[in-house]
């Protein structure tokens, strides 16, 4: 039991994590019904950025520099990839320019710094603290934190202040939005910027955990539309519980079977929600309009 | 086909035959094999990606099945090629269904997320279960053996060669077939397709099951082509490069998927030269260089436009004599490409070169199959493929209600539609007709309320189930398929009299050019019918709109339905076009259909309907015959507002 416990809490850490990256695909979903299939190299070259940055100033200083390289990371992905696909409409367009990028930005991290995994020294204490008897890393509580936090502020920004609401309209009708004079189309690169950036942030929050390379971010980025689909693209409350529910899965599906199936039930359950409820655990299914 | 296609395809064949005798060389014969078998898996790919327009990242992973489908019957149980093949085929085909029945159910990006995952499981279930796969040693196969004879090299070349023109045949004879129609018709009007009776989920996954299926007999080919099978082969980099190649040699073109699947399997061979790349990307430079020079000095194109293209080819060149190692690089140069292709190339080589035959002879391009057949005024008609059996009322909608968040757009509506009469349903804009059609037809799903058509209950079913019942329907906002001619609009009508199986469409069977034959006639005489026989081949949205009406009419009747709805059809349409409309709408009673009208003139409404029922903000405020109606308080308030007493 005790055993158990301790897996549902790595799990929480790690489901936390992917639901952070889903968060960011949900951001530029509701925006322009696209998101990046190079979301996972999104987080890992924030990782790797900040890496380099964490060698000449403190962790907490380098934050803010990810966080500014996330965005405008974002924006480049936005400019390249789905602006011109947007403009044809084509849905083939834009999926297939992401991950011509996300290749890109893999090989090119690959030849910037190497093809092998590196650690991230930690930032807080590695020895883990003991509640009842459960051990809990100090990093993997600044993870909860951190990805509650981001989207606690995203939320935010959409209900209280006036882009947030610029945002929102373009969510709910694109066109209907842009007549009444929101620029849509800044509104999308923002989204791009601010899901990159969430993305980056989450390879700072993650790396200290894992190992850090240019490999790392494909197989999170993959866990993430698992979230994704089994929460609900348009689900804030989705993806937190996708997230946890994949993350504790992952945990006790590798301690009770073995460690080589961990991805395994991931898989199972996206195509068991999308065989019985399409638009994911919480989402909403929109009827569409003829 | 016409003569020169086949001669062409039979020269095509006997110079691919003639192949190894001219390249004796063990290492040539082996790379002509992998590009005979990517190509096989590239058809089903572009089924998928470019009949269908749906993006799989797994294809990877199902060639890999295949592999090892006939990589683990040999291994276990020492299975013969004969058996082995066959296997892979029906294996990857399952495969294929157990991915798209669930990820094809929503629109969207699903398929391209579902098949990403896939593909990753896939490679690591085939690493782990080392008890079936051998795990990360991989498998090594022979190649067969038939009679005692080991099949070498060349022979496994003719093999392949073989296996390459069958698929040919076969895609060629499904994608020409209604089947084929029905893919286009899907990728290009979802919801008129679903209405002619054509389930865009089903055909979906009709599409990405065959497309697996193939992706099965490539993989299974493939395995005993390099004697030894490992996990990584098929890994996400395989995935894209198929990609590449359907998207570079041509989408929607056989010849493209040849194209791509030999640019692909050369590519890794000029990127491990660095040399051969340096001039490549020398040569290109200077073309497009040359190129813009040209067309800026003619003002075919402005600085901003080529400026891109320009810089990104001398980057290249530049950035080939800069590195000394070129497979460090390989990924960014895939991932370049695919850039250039989506944003410069987008109908692929293949495209490119018909552009510019088009340009020169346009005589030589056939778009479209030309259909000269003429048709009369006695296959018109036809009975409906469910007899109608209720007596009184057709069709029965019991207290509808249809909620859109707040708003009721249709609040406990009745409507009976007495059998053979011609039914108006009218109202204000916003009172709810379109809506009714909408919930009549399946599109919606009503919140609560019931209805019943022909004795059946089809509350809730989807709508091509609907259409299949004899329900057909015509557009306010028309959905045509616009790239299709208008008889091949029509045809896709007709796509439920069109009862052979697939088997029957490869060979050509009897029963299949007979139905064919039957369609073909029938829709002739249905665009006579509707006065659109001169434009028969035309492609649809260039049709007039007031044509393009007519059009979609000729398509409803061509589901043979019991019941016609007509959603504004003389929207868009001169007063003597309106005239031969109603004369069309009684013909169409006098056949036994009976037809629900929406309409705004109220002239068309009074002189031909038999009943009328009147809506306004969800509610039913009066029915009865058009005189009734018209003289009804409430229906004179709900049109000209206020009281008509004061």
Same mark, same amino acid.
Do not use: C
């Given at each position: 039991m005790e055993i158990f416990a301790q897996l549902i809490l790595s799990g929480i850490a790690l489901g936390m994590i992917y639901g952070l990256i889903a968060f960011g695909y949900q951001l530029t979903f509701a925006t322009s019904g696209t998101l990046n299939f190079g979301q996972g190299e999104a987080l890992m070259l924030g990782a790797m950025v900040g890496l380099t940055l964490v060698g000449h100033m403190n962790y907490w200083l380098m934050i803010p520099l990810v966080l500014v390289f996330g965005a405008?990371?974002?924006?480049?992905?936005?400019?390249?990839?789905?602006?011109?696909?947007?403009?044809?409409?084509?849905?083939?367009?834009?999926?297939?320019?992401?991950?011509?990028?996300?290749?890109?930005?893999?090989?090119?991290?690959?030849?910037?710094?190497?093809?092998?995994?590196?650690?991230?020294?930690?930032?807080?204490?590695?020895?883990?603290?003991?509640?009842?008897?459960?051990?809990?890393?100090?990093?993997?509580?600044?993870?909860?934190?951190?990805?509650?936090?981001?989207?606690?502020?995203?939320?935010?920004?959409?209900?209280?202040?006036?882009?947030?609401?610029?945002?929102?309209?373009?969510?709910?009708?694109?066109?209907?939005?842009?007549?009444?004079?929101?620029?849509?189309?800044?509104?999308?690169?923002?989204?791009?910027?601010?899901?990159?950036?969430?993305?980056?942030?989450?390879?700072?929050?993650?790396?200290?955990?894992?190992?850090?390379?240019?490999?790392?971010?494909?197989?999170?980025?993959?866990?993430?539309?698992?979230?994704?689909?089994?929460?609900?693209?348009?689900?804030?409350m989705g993806v937190i519980v996708g997230g946890l529910i994949l993350g504790i899965a992952e945990t006790t599906t590798g301690y009770y079977i073995s460690t080589g199936y961990k991805d395994v039930p991931g898989l199972l359950l996206l195509l068991l929600v999308l065989a019985i409820k399409p638009a994911g655990m919480f989402g909403k299914s929109v009827i569409k309009k003829v | 086909?016409?003569?020169?296609?086949?001669?062409?395809?039979?020269?095509?064949?006997?110079?691919?035959?003639?192949?190894?005798?001219?390249?004796?060389?063990?290492?040539?014969?082996?790379?002509?094999?992998?590009?005979?078998?990517?190509?096989?898996?590239?058809?089903?790919?572009?089924?998928?990606?470019?009949?269908?327009?749906?993006?799989?990242?797994?294809? #990877?992973?199902?060639?890999?099945?295949? #592999?090892?489908?006939?990589g683990v019957l040999n291994w276990q149980f020492g299975a013969h090629f004969l058996l082995t093949i066959p296997a892979s085929i029906a294996v990857t085909a399952l495969f294929g269904a157990i991915l798209a029945l669930p990820a094809l159910r929503v629109n969207g990006p699903y398929l391209a997320m579902v098949t990403l995952a896939f593909g990753t499981i896939i490679q690591i279930l085939i690493n782990e279960m080392t008890f079936v796969t051998n795990g990360p040693l991989g498998l090594k196969i022979r190649k067969p053996v038939f009679f005692d004879y080991h099949v070498t090299g060349t022979d496994y070349y003719y093999i392949v060669l073989v296996a390459l023109v069958a698929t040919l045949f076969v895609v060629q004879r499904i994608l020409k077939s209604h089947l084929g129609r029905a893919f286009e018709a899907l990728h290009d009007s979802p919801i008129a397709s679903d209405c002619m009776g054509v389930s865009v989920y089903g055909y979906k996954v009709y599409a990405f099951v065959l497309s697996a299926a193939i992706a099965g007999l490539a993989g299974g080919l493939f395995t005993y082509s390099e004697e030894y099978i490992s996990p990584n082969t098929y890994n996400f980099e395989l995935t894209i490069l198929f990609l590449l190649a359907v998207i570079m040699?041509?989408?929607?073109?056989?010849?493209?998927?040849?194209?791509?699947?030999?640019?692909?399997?050369?590519?890794?061979?000029?990127?491990?030269?660095?040399?051969?790349?340096?001039?490549?990307?020398?040569?290109?430079?200077?073309?497009?260089?040359?190129?813009?020079?040209?067309?800026?000095?003619?003002?075919?194109?402005?600085?901003?436009?080529?400026?891109?293209?320009?810089?990104?080819?001398? #980057?290249?060149?530049?950035?080939?004599?800069?590195?000394?190692?070129?497979?460090?690089?390989?990924?960014?140069? *895939?991932?370049?490409?695919?850039?250039?292709?989506?944003?410069?190339?987008?109908?692929?080589?293949?495209? *490119?070169?018909?552009?510019?035959?088009?340009?020169?002879?346009?005589q030589w391009i056939h778009r479209h199959e030309v259909i000269l057949e003429h048709g009369d005024k006695h296959h018109v008609w036809s009975?409906?493929?469910?007899?109608?059996?209720?007596?009184?009322?057709?069709?029965?909608?019991?207290?509808?209600?249809?909620?859109?968040?707040?708003?009721?757009?249709?609040?406990?509506?009745?409507?009976?539609?007495?059998?053979?009469?011609?039914?108006?349903?009218?109202?204000?804009?916003?009172?709810?007709?379109?809506?009714?059609?909408?919930?009549?037809?399946?599109?919606?799903?009503?919140?609560?309320?019931?209805?019943?058509?022909?004795?059946?209950?089809?509350?809730?079913?989807?709508?091509?189930?609907?259409?299949?019942?004899?329900?057909?329907?015509? *557009?306010?906002?028309?959905?045509?398929?616009?790239e299709m001619t208008a008889i091949e609009n029509v045809l896709v009508g007709l796509h439920h009299t069109f009862k052979h199986s697939l088997i029957d469409v490869v060979f050509h069977t009897p029963r299949c050019k007979k139905e064919k034959n039957a369609a073909y006639l029938r829709a002739a005489s249905l665009l006579q019918f509707v006065g659109l026989a001169d434009l028969a081949n035309?492609?649809?949205?260039?049709?007039?709109?007031?044509?393009?009406?007519?059009?979609?009419?000729?398509?409803?009747? #061509?589901?043979?339905?019991?019941?016609?709805?007509?959603?504004?059809?003389?929207?868009?349409?001169?007063?003597?076009?309106?005239?031969?409309?109603?004369?069309?709408?009684?013909?169409?009673?006098?056949h036994g259909i009976t037809v629900i009208l929406i309409e705004h003139h109220m002239d068309v409404v009074m002189s031909i309907c038999d009943k009328v029922t009147v809506l306004d903000f969800g509610q039913k405020i009066a029915e009865g015959t058009p005189a009734q109606v018209q003289s009804d308080e409430k229906v004179i308030e709900a049109y000209l507002g206020g009281s008509a007493a004061a």
């Open positions: 405008l990371q974002g924006v480049l992905v936005e400019r390249l990839g789905v602006l011109p696909a947007l403009k044809t409409k084509s849905e083939f367009g834009w999926i297939m320019t992401t991950i011509s990028l996300a290749i890109i930005f893999k090989n090119v991290a690959e030849n910037v710094w190497g093809h092998d995994d590196v650690t991230f020294p930690s930032p807080l204490p590695t020895a883990p603290l003991q509640f009842f008897g459960l051990r809990v890393l100090p990093m993997e509580i600044l993870v909860v934190a951190g990805a509650l936090a981001v989207m606690l502020a995203v939320e935010i920004f959409n209900r209280k202040s006036i882009y947030g609401k610029a945002v929102v309209a373009t969510s709910n009708d694109r066109d209907a939005a842009g007549l009444m004079g929101i620029n849509t189309g800044m509104v999308i690169t923002f989204s791009y910027a601010l899901s990159s950036m969430t993305a980056a942030f989450a390879g700072v929050l993650v790396a200290p955990l894992t190992l850090t390379g240019a490999t790392m971010g494909a197989v999170l980025g993959l866990k993430a539309f698992a979230v994704a689909i089994i929460g609900g693209l348009n689900s804030g | 086909m016409s003569a020169a296609k086949i001669i062409s395809a039979i020269l095509a064949i006997v110079l691919a035959a003639l192949l190894p005798t001219i390249w004796p060389n063990p290492y040539y014969i082996h790379l002509m094999v992998v590009i005979g078998i990517y190509a096989i898996l590239l058809l089903g790919l572009d089924i998928v990606v470019g009949y269908v327009g749906e993006v799989s990242l797994g294809h #990877a992973a199902l060639f890999g099945i295949g #592999a090892y489908t006939v040699g041509g989408r929607k073109t056989r010849s493209g998927s040849v194209l791509g699947a030999i640019i692909i399997v050369m590519l890794p061979n000029v990127l491990s030269d660095i040399e051969l790349f340096r001039k490549i990307a020398t040569g290109i430079a200077v073309v497009t260089v040359a190129y813009s020079v040209y067309a800026l000095a003619t003002r075919q194109r402005t600085l901003k436009q080529v400026a891109l293209p320009v810089l990104a080819t001398i #980057a290249l060149a530049v950035s080939g004599y800069m590195m000394d190692n070129i497979t460090d690089h390989r990924l960014t140069i *895939f991932g370049a490409m695919i850039l250039f292709v989506v944003y410069y190339l987008p109908n692929g080589l293949m495209g *490119f070169l018909r552009s510019i035959v088009q340009k020169y002879r346009p009975v409906p493929d469910h007899p109608v059996t209720a007596r009184g009322h057709l069709l029965e909608a019991r207290n509808i209600t249809m909620q859109f968040g707040g708003l009721k757009a249709l609040n406990e509506v009745n409507l009976d539609i007495a059998k053979g009469s011609v039914h108006g349903l009218i109202g204000p804009n916003g009172s709810g007709k379109s809506t009714m059609m909408n919930v009549l037809t399946g599109i919606y799903k009503p919140a609560a309320g019931e209805i019943e058509f022909n004795r059946k209950h089809i509350t809730g079913a989807t709508p091509s189930s609907i259409a299949g019942e004899g329900i057909a329907r015509t *557009f306010q906002n028309v959905q045509l398929f616009g035309e492609e649809a949205r260039n049709l007039p709109y007031g044509k393009q009406r007519l059009l979609e009419i000729a398509r409803a009747l #061509a589901l043979n339905p019991s019941l016609l709805l007509l959603d504004e059809p003389a929207a868009g349409l001169t007063a003597p076009d309106i005239k031969e409309l109603m004369a069309m709408i009684n013909k169409v009673r006098g």
